[in-house]
């Protein structure tokens, strides 16, 4: 079985709360110099789920991890390499860097297609710095395999995978033949840590990088389908009135007696 | 191009009835429709013998694509996908609106690239202007906020839960129905082998008027006991920030934010919740929220209408005491 993981660098989105701004005219968020770039985390979900498959399968399941990004994507790629991955591919062209969901999912398809016989793919189920959801998707579309989304869980089987799906209100298990495609949710748990050994192994793991030429990529697949007009943080009006006490408990006393008579107890 | 002003509505009737979502599209749809002066079409995936065509004309609805089937409930979104295809065919829209749920964040993204439209997810605005679709969509877990111009549709947007009055219905409005090809349920490739709710039996968060939520400064499941003594007394519903979900000190169904259920009661009580952008996604358009937290410096106040610092022990209880006593007098 050979799987490609997609995987994205975003910046760390743990604690951007306290540092990030955005530059309304030029439409980028801002952080400070030296601002983490990390794995997007359901992506790195993505890959520990690619490795469960081959702890359950073995040896026989080849891991592929692609990125479509900037020079720095690269240590995204060192990072599944050095978890397992055994391979990797950088989508990097200047014309691709400020791809919108549409461009990238067909960048993303043609190098799944250019690496010949992928049997899943697997994505995470956002993207951690726009939360769009779209490109895996998209990337199902364009190949026109079935997907399958918000996984939890995933075993192969007879002529396919199993995929356990986070519902609304619940769980569901699945059945999809393969090729197909599966997006992964952050209910499938903690992901494992770099060993030394893969660690060191990565350095000599191969790394492609193609552009959009050798990727066959037509005019019409690099036409944006969306553009940012506006980008800000809300602000926020709202002013905390802090409700006291001599002691917790008769602050929580006051508490209901302050609802009540703003009238929000129903 | 006259055809691309319409408007379309993806609907599902499940045990007789449309959801609220349904209603709330149809508001957003009727002011997008206001706007370009297209027709309003709805795709109806009717479940047996619900007659939910009936109930749609009221409402301003020009054209109802309906498609019936016996067990659309056990079915994928896999399964809708050609159904919503071919209603988008006859229909022609410059806008598709889904829900942003389940269903709607898996056949949206894929319809806008069957279509070669737009995908826009988890929108809370979506708006036509000169001749181009805009949709408002919250980003970076919630803590910015992008507007985004289509020019060529056919754009696919999923809308958050909650932002949108229900429609009412329209005096004199009519519409015709057009029957969608049934589905053939051998093109399916992914098979349901099992589904299991982890819902308790109390409101629903999604309806509630009044939802307790946990996250980490609960300390343990115990902590989701006490909310409930508080949830009790004030007819709520509890949910949870993602922390505890992950912790399995409760149900993940409970789990409110960015990729857990957008709720929008009327009082929203944070326990022990910081107030992560992630999570605020998904409750910041309550009427009132109220944050008990033992750090002054918790973000959660600055969203907070009320707040006390304190350990949620002493706080919790003596709330919902006092509560119970209020309800007496
Ligand atoms: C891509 C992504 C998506 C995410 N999606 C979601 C989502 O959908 N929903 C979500 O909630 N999170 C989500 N998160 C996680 C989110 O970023 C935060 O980590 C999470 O919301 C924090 O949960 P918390 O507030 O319960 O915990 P913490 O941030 O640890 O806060 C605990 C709070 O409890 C207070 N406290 C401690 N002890 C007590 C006590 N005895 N009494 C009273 N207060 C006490 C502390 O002062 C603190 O403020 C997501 C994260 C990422 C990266
Ligand atoms: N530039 C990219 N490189 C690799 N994978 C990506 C890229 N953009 C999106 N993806 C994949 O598609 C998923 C959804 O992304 P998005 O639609 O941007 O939220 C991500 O979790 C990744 O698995």
Redesign the interface.
């Known amino acids: 079985m050979h799987i490609a993981v997609l995987i994205k660098q975003v910046p760390n989105p743990d604690a951007l709360a306290a540092v990030m701004s955005v530059d309304e005219a030029s439409l980028k968020v801002v952080l400070p110099p030296g601002h983490p770039q990390v794995v997007s985390p359901f992506d790195e979900q993505a890959l520990e789920a690619a490795l469960r498959l081959r702890d359950q399968v073995g040896a026989a399941v080849k891991i592929t991890a692609v990125t479509l990004g900037p020079d720095s994507a690269r240590t995204a790629l060192k990072q599944a390499l050095s978890l397992g991955a055994d391979d990797a591919v950088h989508i990097h062209d200047a014309a691709l860097l400020d791809a919108d969901s549409h461009v990238s999912a067909h960048a993303l398809a043609a190098a799944i297609r250019k690496l010949g016989t992928i049997d899943l793919v697997l994505a995470g189920r956002q993207a951690a710095d726009f939360d769009a959801g779209v490109v895996g998707l998209g990337v199902a579309e364009i190949l026109g395999v079935p997907s399958v989304s918000f996984a939890c869980g995933i075993e192969a089987v007879d002529g396919g995978v199993q995929v356990e799906r986070v519902l609304q209100d619940g769980f569901e298990t699945v059945q999809v033949p393969l090729p197909a495609l599966v997006t992964i949710s952050n209910e499938l748990g903690e992901v494992r840590k770099p060993n030394l050994r893969e660690t060191m192994r990565a350095a000599r793991k191969p790394v492609a990088a193609w552009g959009a030429a050798e990727l066959g990529l037509e005019a019409s697949q690099l036409q944006p389908r969306s553009r940012r007009t506006r980008l800000f943080i809300p602000q926020k009006n709202t002013q905390c009135e802090f409700i006291t006490g001599a002691t917790a408990f008769e602050a929580g006393e006051r508490l209901a007696q302050r609802l009540h008579d703003a009238r929000v107890l129903g | 191009m006259a055809a691309e002003k319409n408007i379309l509505v993806v609907a599902e009737a499940t045990l007789g009835k449309l959801p609220p979502a349904t209603y709330e599209l149809l508001t957003l749809a009727r002011r997008l429709k206001a706007t370009t002066g297209g027709a309003l079409g709805v795709v109806l995936l009717e479940e047996g013998d619900v007659d939910g065509a009936s109930a749609l004309a009221a409402y301003g609805v020009d054209v109802v694509y309906r498609a019936k089937c016996a067990d659309f409930a056990r079915l994928?979104?896999?399964a809708r996908l050609p159904i919503v295809q071919a209603a988008c065919e006859q229909a022609q829209p410059a806008v598709v609106l889904l829900p942003h749920?389940?269903l709607g964040?898996?056949l949206g993204?894929?319809l806008?690239?069957?279509l070669d439209?737009?995908?826009?997810?988890?929108c809370v605005d979506v708006v036509a202007q000169a001749g181009s679709i805009?949709?408002?969509?919250?980003?970076?877990?919630g803590?910015?906020?992008?507007?985004?111009?289509?020019?060529?549709g056919p754009v696919v947007a999923t809308v958050r839960a909650g932002l949108f009055e229900l429609a009412q219905p329209q005096p004199g409005s009519q519409s015709s129905i057009v029957e969608l090809p049934a589905l053939d349920p051998s093109e399916l490739?992914?098979?349901?082998?099992?589904?299991?709710?982890?819902?308790g039996d109390g409101p629903?968060l999604e309806d509630a008027?009044?939802i307790v939520a946990g996250g980490r400064g609960l300390e343990g499941p115990e902590g989701f006991k006490v909310l409930q003594d508080l949830a009790a007394e004030?007819?709520a519903a509890v949910g949870s920030s993602?922390v505890p979900?992950?912790l399995g000190w409760c149900p993940?169904?409970w789990q409110i934010g960015?990729?857990g259920?957008t709720v929008t009661p009327?009082?929203y009580i944070a326990v022990g919740i910081s107030g992560?952008?992630?999570h605020m996604a998904g409750c910041g358009n309550a009427?009132?929220?109220?944050?008990?937290n033992s750090d002054p410096e918790a973000?959660i106040?600055?969203?907070?209408?009320?707040?006390?610092?304190?350990?949620y022990r002493?706080?919790?209880?003596?709330?919902a005491?006092?509560?119970r006593?209020?309800k007496q007098a």
């Open positions: 994928t979104s896999e749920g389940v964040a898996e993204p894929r806008a690239f069957r439209g737009g995908a826009a997810t988890g805009h949709c408002t969509r919250p980003c970076y877990g803590l910015a906020r992008e507007e985004q111009r289509f020019e060529h490739r992914v098979a349901l082998v099992k589904r299991e709710s982890d819902a629903r008027k009044v004030l007819g993602r979900c992950d993940h169904s960015l990729t259920k009327d009082l992560a952008g992630h009427k009132t929220i109220v944050a008990i973000a106040f600055q969203d907070a209408r009320f707040g006390v610092v304190g350990d002493e706080v919790v209880p003596a709330l005491a006092q509560v006593k209020l």
